[in-house]
């Protein structure tokens, strides 16, 4: 089994920043592309920001330009920076992840509890 934790929410202002981490840990031999979903009540989940094993990005055109999606391999950690956050931003965010365990031939996509941002002032 694979778990993934995410941290770093929390009240920001308007115009303030966050940064969020995903660390993933359990039976992995290798993790693929990680993401960052977003959520807020009654709308569906929708892609933030994605970065594959050898670092190309992608962003939701929502926050290019404001938010950075990093990653270490070596502590199978994500990060999302998030700069110059707006009220819209709030939401629960979810980390997502492609990992491969011993003895597995495919790769399985596991998700994080959710870290919940209010951006508010």
């Known amino acids: 089994q694979v778990q993934l934790v995410e941290s770093g929410g929390g009240l920001v202002q308007p115009g303030g920043s966050l940064r969020l981490s995903c660390a993933a840990s359990?039976?992995?031999?290798?993790?693929?592309?990680m993401a960052w979903y977003r959520q807020t009540s009654g709308k569906q989940r929708e892609l933030v920001a994605s970065?594959?094993?050898?670092?190309?990005?992608n962003y939701a055109d929502s926050v290019r330009g404001r938010f950075t999606i990093a990653r270490d391999n070596a502590k199978n950690t994500v990060y999302l920076q998030m700069n110059s956050l707006k009220p819209e931003d709030t939401a629960a965010y979810y980390c997502?992840?492609?990992?491969?365990?011993?003895?597995?031939?495919?790769?399985?996509?596991?998700w994080g509890q959710g870290t919940q941002v209010t951006v508010s002032s």
């Open positions: 997502n992840a492609d990992t491969l365990s011993p003895g597995w031939v495919v790769w399985r996509n596991y």
């Open positions: 359990g039976s992995i031999v290798s993790i693929g592309a």
């Open positions: 970065i594959t094993s050898g670092g190309s990005t």
